[in-house]
């Protein structure tokens, strides 16, 4: 038994504790406890899976081989749909006793609207979280037929938009480094960024001759920068993105189970991976937190996301979308919200982490909307923990700015909400 399953009841208690102004993470926030829950709406991050290519081919910046996987790259591993299927149980507890779903039976068709991108790990985590949120019900997942242009809502700029300014999206996120520009961004995380290199063992000639740093060098020698695309969002280059990326990498090693003599070829500890994931909200910060590329990159989906929650009476009340941490990110640019899962750092999705919105409807009939984040933690997607009272997981209501002061999560009414989102999606 880890330290970490032997502390759960601490965790649970903790958990209850870290929403967004104080509020328990599974209490409703002041004003919304007697108002009834008409709809949910979100975007929920794939589950576990390996990393998306080969990490060996190309730059590998490690010096030893990579562990292997139970499924081919980028695919959903069947411990990730274990770990989505939880969520589904807990989730459908939850809002069976809101009075969203029946206690038995299936909703009406129609009710439920699911959709994902085009990608085998978004489509088979959709199909996870219904099998066990509506078990017995048949509610298909809807996605493109294939990736690329037709994967509009959820990758708008892959295709790489005429109209889309890439140099405007690059000058908007250079705005957003520190003094001394993206060199000082690097050397503010210089202890992660020499911990990852030695885990990883780096670095060959190879990997130095490749980034310009001579015939010899560490991973904290290579240049950090942030290359400029004529159509599609800036990139970030360099210890930052090759950290968010490994980081990652270990971060779904530890998700799937693997002996710790694996993950990180036994060179790193669970804390020290928590310690390391600062690098991916770090890579969101520049390629999706400027305001032109957030407008550009979520646009779609949060229209789709405010359409289904003024929908009439006829709308779904489910709509359920399924997809990656980039669509997260850029929502969470856009509309100004901030979270932080336990274990991990503020604004990182792990995944099967959903951010989305409720429905709310007073006793006079008028409809408010609250933000919300739900996720597990590292360790209760790596020991596969069912989400019980004792342990929660992470389901914390956020403020929306525009509508709430900061550290206030109380209800928006669905009038004003509709305003900030019209204002965010017109760029104004």
Aim: with cysteine; glycine share 10%.
């Amino acid at each position: 038994m880890t330290m970490h399953t032997a502390i759960r009841a601490m965790i649970g208690v903790a958990l209850t504790t870290l929403a967004a102004g104080g509020c328990a993470a599974t209490d409703s926030p002041a004003g919304a406890s007697d108002m009834a829950l008409e709809r949910v709406v979100f975007v929920m991050r794939h589950g576990i899976r390996p990393p998306t290519k080969d990490p060996a081919k190309g730059t590998n910046y490690a010096s030893d081989p990579w562990p292997a996987w139970p499924v081919d790259y980028g695919l959903l591993t069947p411990r990730g749909a274990a770990g989505i299927r939880l969520l589904g149980t807990a989730d459908r507890a939850e809002y069976v006793k809101r009075g969203l779903i029946p206690a038995n039976g299936c909703l009406a068709a129609g009710a439920v609207d699911a959709e994902a991108s085009a990608k085998q790990r978004a489509i088979k985590t959709g199909e996870a979280y219904l099998e066990t949120l509506l078990p017995g019900c048949v509610v298909a997942v809807a996605h493109p037929a294939k990736e690329g242009p037709e994967d509009a809502i959820f990758h708008p700029l892959d295709s790489g938009p005429a109209d889309f300014d890439g140099a405007r999206g690059h000058a908007e996120a250079l705005a957003l480094a520190p003094a001394g520009g993206m060199p000082a961004e690097a050397a503010a995380y210089n202890t992660e960024i020499t911990m990852l290199g030695t885990v990883l063992g780096c670095c060959s000639a190879t990997v130095c001759a490749a980034n310009g740093a001579g015939e010899a060098c560490t991973l904290a020698d290579l240049p950090t920068t942030l290359a400029a695309h004529p159509h599609d969002r800036p990139d970030l280059e360099g210890p930052l993105a090759i950290g968010s990326t490994i980081s990652q990498t270990l971060l779904l090693e530890y998700l799937e189970g693997m002996p710790m003599s694996d993950v990180g070829w036994g060179r790193v500890t669970r804390d020290q991976i928590e310690q390391l994931l600062v690098f991916h909200p770090v890579k969101f910060r520049y390629e999706n937190g400027s305001p032109y590329v957030a407008q550009r990159a979520a646009g779609p989906l949060v229209s789709r996301m405010l359409g289904a929650l003024t929908a009439g009476a006829d709308g779904a009340r489910m709509t359920l979308l399924f997809g990656h941490d980039t669509n997260l990110a850029d929502i969470g640019s856009l509309l100004g919200l901030d979270w932080q899962v336990p274990s991990y750092p503020k604004d990182d999705i792990p995944p099967g982490g959903a951010l989305g919105f409720e429905l709310l409807r007073d006793g006079k009939g008028q409809r408010f909307v609250r933000a919300f984040f739900r996720a597990q933690t590292m360790d209760q997607l790596r020991e596969q923990q069912a989400l019980d009272p004792d342990a929660p997981g992470y389901r914390a209501y956020l403020p929306i700015p525009g509508c709430n002061a900061a550290g206030d999560t109380a209800p928006c009414p669905i009038d004003r909400f509709t305003t900030v989102v019209k204002a965010k999606l017109a760029g104004s």
